[in-house]
T-cell receptor, first 116, second 116 residues
Framework: SQTIHQWPATLVQPVGSPLSLECTVE??????LYWYRQAAGRGLQLLFY??????ISSEVPQNLSASRPQDRQFILSSKKLLLSDSGFYLC???????????????FGPGTRLTVL | AQKVTQAQTEISVVEKEDVTLDCVYE???????LFWYKQPPSGELVFLIR??????QNEISGRYSWNFQKSTSSFNFTITASQVVDSAVYFC?????????????FGSGTRLQVQP
């Protein structure tokens, strides 16, 4: 069966510090991978998604970046964190069953980031 | 552009009451998919159901049921005989097939509190 891992689970960082959040998926190959952010008490906002190694699509321009160095690894980074980067970061995976068919996304446990 | 509206920010019920969570969506695509996710206090999003735009048949799974009506662009979720364990934030989401963009557009969520 497939599992998705995220770490760290919680993180407290000062403003201006770098960030690296990691997401890995097991039990599947060539998944679509996604990074979402959930601000306190709000819905989920898609940040990045990837359909393959080295292929990253950005949804919202900001000081965050994403990379996919391996098939089942997705990394969210920042060179300098802002206060507004605080939130709950969720990674998700899906497998495309075919052209036009729906992807069901399955989410990881999330990383709670507090920027002080 | 696609949009999902969950007008109910928070609902509080007493155990064993029935409760309906509303979801209204907007899309220009003729083929799309609708989802419901549950987010318990732990934070991880749990997939509940996926429906295709060409299948308006309602679905029941135990105490959960979903009412999909294209005429009103709604995909409502009913919990029968609610239990304390149902307390969570519930998200409705939309995915459009025609654009090739596989990401989900989420509503802002409805927080359900079930009191014992």
């Amino acid at each position: 069966s497939q599992t998705i891992h995220q770490w760290p689970a919680t993180l407290v960082q000062p403003v201006g510090s770098p960030l690296s959040l990691e997401c890995t998926v097991e039990g599947t190959s060539n998944p679509n991978l996604y990074w979402y952010r959930q601000a306190a008490g709000r819905g989920l906002q898609l940040l990045f998604y990837s359909v393959g190694i080295g292929q990253i699509s950005s949804e919202v321009p900001q000081n965050l970046s994403a990379s996919r160095p391996q098939d089942r690894q997705f990394i969210l980074s920042s060179k300098k964190l802002l206060l507004s980067d605080s939130g709950f970061y969720l990674c998700a995976w899906s497998v495309s069953p075919g052209l036009g068919a729906p992807d069901t996304q399955y989410f990881g446990p999330g990383t709670r980031l507090t920027v002080l | 552009a696609q949009k999902v509206t969950q007008a109910q920010t928070e609902i509080s019920v007493v155990e064993k009451e029935d409760v309906t969570l509303d979801c209204v969506y907007e899309t220009r695509d003729t083929t799309y998919y609708l989802f419901w996710y549950k987010q318990p206090p732990s934070g991880e999003l749990v997939f509940l159901i996926r429906r295709n735009s060409f299948d308006e048949q309602n679905e029941i799974s135990g105490r959960y049921s979903w009412n999909f009506q294209k005429s009103t662009s709604s995909f409502n979720f009913t919990i029968t005989a609610s239990q304390v364990v149902d307390s969570a934030v519930y998200f409705c989401a939309l995915s459009e097939a025609g654009t090739g963009r596989r990401a989900l557009t989420f509503g802002s969520g409805t927080r359900l509190q079930v009191q014992p």
